[in-house]
């Protein structure tokens, strides 16, 4: 079956420094990753998109200064979380699919606390 | 621009009762609906969607929704609901053109079962 890694679970970083996630297809070769953050009470915002043959897209209010992503296959993704301060915090969701008619299959996040 | 509204932060009621969890959408075009659950600390799962055709669509755990064109509603139906299907809800859109592969979600709805 269709799966996707996230790693790690669970991480904590002191303000101002730098958290890198990873995230891995498994099972199916992804056309387009998807990253989410979930802030407390809040909903899932979209981080950016990055689809294969296409330059990674970021959504008002991200940036790639901020959230680097590194997509160098279909199948693995990362991103870095720069100089993260406590409004960082939140879960972290990767989506991945295969094609515009499947459905976004999700990691269960990365969980990141800022102190 | 593409908005999802779920009017409901919370809605509780007993098992064996009917469960329907209120989602409305705007988007200029005909947009692809989604919900996902979240269960407590878990990532989330995909229950249905919504593409073209038949506006009744089922999905899992003996879910489904009902898109409502006129009043630009995607409301998702249980009966009888059970204890277990306590979590949180998300209604997504998906847009399409340069919105393709973009998931916006409502700020979601938390459901109680009470057993």
């Known amino acids: 079956g269709a799966l996707v890694y996230q790693y790690p679970r669970r991480t904590i970083c002191k303000s101002g420094t730098s958290m890198r996630m990873e995230c891995q297809a498994v099972g199916f070769q992804a056309t387009s990753v998807a990253w989410y953050r979930q802030s407390p009470q809040k909903t899932f915002e979209l981080i950016a998109l990055?689809?294969?043959?296409?330059?990674?897209?970021?959504e008002q209010n991200f940036t790639q200064e901020k959230f680097p992503i590194s997509h160098p296959n279909l199948s693995f993704s990362s991103m870095t979380v720069l100089n993260a301060y406590l409004e960082d915090r939140g879960l972290y969701l990767c989506?991945?699919?295969?094609?515009?008619?499947?459905?976004?299959?999700f990691g269960s996040g990365t969980r990141l606390l800022v102190i | 621009a593409q908005s999802v509204d779920q009017p409901d932060a919370h809605v509780t009621l007993s098992e064996g009762a009917s469960l329907e969890l209120r989602c409305s959408y705007s988007?200029?075009?005909?947009?692809?609906l989604f919900w996902y659950v979240q269960y407590p600390g878990q990532s989330l799962q995909f229950l249905l969607k919504y593409i073209t055709g038949d506006t009744v669509v089922k999905g899992t755990k003996g879910f489904e929704a009902e898109f409502r064109k006129s009043n630009s509603s995607f409301n998702l139906k249980k009966s009888p609901a059970h204890w277990s299907d306590s979590a949180k809800y998300f209604c997504?859109?998906?847009?399409?053109?340069?919105?393709?592969?973009?998931?916006?979600f409502g700020h979601g709805t938390i459901l109680r079962v009470h057993p």
């Open positions: 988007y200029s075009a005909a947009p692809y």
């Open positions: 997504a859109l998906e847009g399409t053109g340069a919105n393709t592969g973009k998931l916006t």
């Open positions: 989506g991945a699919r295969t094609g515009r008619n499947s459905d976004y299959t």
């Open positions: 990055s689809t294969v043959n296409s330059a990674i897209k970021y």
